[in-house]
């Protein structure tokens, strides 16, 4: 079935807040193999002049899945999740994001196209905190392979 490209320009409101933890933020960073110590204590980030945690600049993308599932599974953009592919993502990041930040996440549906016989999902991903303060924006392209 070819995608309803007037989806182009839905946007999903923002879910509840998002709340950046310490354990997260470790966590994320052992698994990119981030080692920098205001990544792992809050008193080296202290020391940098940072409130608390720095997250490792990609951490974004874990609260931007959970948000673009909205989008992934809608049915009206006609997804069959067990054939989609991660094509790209790319971060433009504001400003950091730290241990304890609270993060509202609104999804914007950029494109919704055919490409050799699947389907292109582009999705941009706003993020600001709970006040609204721009912290960055997630791209990211998925693929529904043909069947």
Same mark, same amino acid.
């Not at 997260?24 to 960073?29: E, G």
């Not at 990544?39 to 980030?45: G, I, M, T, Y």
């Given at each position: 079935?070819?995608?309803?490209? +007037?989806?182009?320009? *839905?946007?999903? !409101?923002? @879910? !509840?807040?998002?709340?950046? #933890? $310490?354990?997260?933020?470790? &966590? ?5 193999? #981030? *080692?920098?110590?205001?990544?792992? +204590?809050? #008193? ?8 608390? /945690? ?5 951490? /974004?993308?874990?609260?931007?899945? $959970? &948000? ?14 067990? *054939? ?19 993060? /509202?996440?609104? %999804? ?15 999705? *941009?991903? #706003? %993020? ?12 990211? +392209?998925?693929?529904? $392979? !043909? @069947?």
């Amino acid at each position: 079935m070819a995608p309803d490209a +007037s989806l182009t320009g *839905r946007v999903y !409101p923002p @879910g !509840p807040a998002y709340l950046v #933890e $310490r354990q997260q933020v470790r &966590a994320f960073a052992l698994a990119v193999g #981030e *080692r920098h110590p205001a990544c792992h +204590s809050p #008193e080296a980030a202290r020391a940098l002049g940072h409130p608390d /945690l720095l997250a490792p600049p990609t951490f /974004l993308c874990v609260p931007a899945h $959970r &948000a673009t599932d909205q989008a992934v599974f809608d049915p009206e953009a006609g997804l069959d999740y067990d *054939r989609v592919v991660h094509r790209g993502q790319r971060f433009v990041l504001r400003r950091p994001v730290f241990a304890g930040d609270s993060l /509202l996440l609104t %999804v914007h549906i950029d494109a919704l196209k055919s490409l050799g016989g699947g389907k292109v999902l582009e999705l *941009r991903t #706003e %993020v600001t905190t709970a006040d609204r303060t721009p912290v960055g924006t997630v791209y990211m +392209s998925l693929v529904d $392979r !043909p @069947g």
